[in-house]
């Protein structure tokens, strides 16, 4: 099998060139694209994460959609709608495509959207297709849907229900720079402006290709019964833990390490791969009970402590 590390380091040069530092969102972000999956990103204002998303499907040449949820928007302002149109003194019904109908969808501020509109992205996330009345249109693969939410002002939003999190395979935070980084993103973004759009780095055959091998990297026994033990003592650990994760996080951490592995160059998955990617895949499937929230613990917290009960 070929080595892959360079492909992915020069894709996150290139990411460099327009958003500094954010390094472990960009990788699980990748990952999350490898694995043919979604993911949410959680972090404050101003923090990239609209511009880390519009880069990557500009250097793997996708198309790019970003919704804007608010409380009025409605499930036809995201999959589209039939509109009546008038040709040869005619008049007949054409569909009009919605912003779901992209490579890589930003529901931006997943959280500001009613029920009713969240639940409209669920069946393009999980069949990669929209069913309108009583006709279902196939979306353009590959297909993603990026959400951002805001970790504060809950004030007015509606938090995505527990069994539209778990549809999610990954839940990405994004910190502030450090000062050194934050010096250099002053710098790149008050100083004269340039056009900044990268070139492609993986085209979408690549990308499809990139998918397929990413499920072939071999994962030995004991590491899958490792994954499998660390997602059953979610469940068993109620000192900490009042839900566990449930199969669907044995199965995203098992495809996540192998994107990992990829990722660095490795033909295998390793022990460090399944525990750098337990943070992403488990902490949106966890639910802490009063004891460990009294305690200011937080869903990491857990999973760090169970971690370390694993061998």
């Known amino acids: 099998m070929r080595n892959y590390k360079d492909v992915f380091e020069t ?7 327009v958003v500094i530092g954010q390094q472990e969102p960009m990788e699980h972000i990748t990952a999350a694209i490898l694995c043919d999956a979604n993911a949410v990103l959680e972090g404050y204002p101003g923090l990239a994460k609209t511009l880390m998303v519009k880069t990557l499907a500009d250097l793997m040449d996708l198309n790019f959609s970003r919704i804007q949820n608010t409380p009025d928007l409605m499930p036809s302002d995201v999959t589209g709608t039939y509109i009546i149109e008038e040709r040869n003194g005619k008049r007949e019904f054409k569909f009009q495509q919605g912003p779901i109908f992209a490579n890589i969808v930003l529901a931006d501020e997943i959280n500001r959207a009613t029920p009713k509109t ?25 297909f993603f849907v990026l959400a951002t939410q805001n970790p504060i002002e ?21 910190d502030y720079p ?5 010096l250099k993103i002053v710098d790149m973004y008050s100083a004269e402006i340039h056009e900044r759009k990268p070139g492609v780095v993986i085209d979408k055959k690549s990308l499809l290709a990139l998918q397929k091998i990413t499920r072939q990297i071999p994962i030995a026994n004991d590491l899958k019964q490792k994954v499998v033990k660390l997602v059953h003592e979610t469940r068993n650990n109620k000192d900490l833990i009042e839900y566990g994760a449930s199969p669907r996080a044995s199965i995203g951490l098992v495809l996540a390490a192998k994107a990992r592995a990829l990722i660095h160059g490795r033909h295998h998955v390793s022990s460090e791969d399944i525990i750098t990617m337990a943070y992403p895949v ?15 613990m937080t869903t990491d917290d857990a999973i760090k402590e169970i971690l370390g009960k694993i061998k």
């Not at 639940?119 to 693969?141: C, H, P, R, Y």
């Not at 450090?178 to 934050?182: L, R």
């Not at 499937?285 to 009063?290: A, E, Q, T, V, W």
């Open 282 to 296: 488990m902490r949106h499937r966890i639910i802490l009970n009063f004891e460990a929230e009294r305690k200011g």
């Open 118 to 142: 969240q639940s409209a992205l669920l069946e393009a996330m999980q069949e990669k297709q929209v069913t309108i009345g009583n006709n279902t249109f196939k979306l353009d693969l590959p």
């Open 154 to 174: 809950q004030e007015g939003t509606y938090p995505l229900p527990e069994a539209q999190a778990d549809r999610f395979l990954f839940k990405i935070r994004t």
């Open 11 to 17: 894709l996150f040069k290139s990411v460099g060139k």
């Open 178 to 182: 450090s000062p050194e980084e934050e």
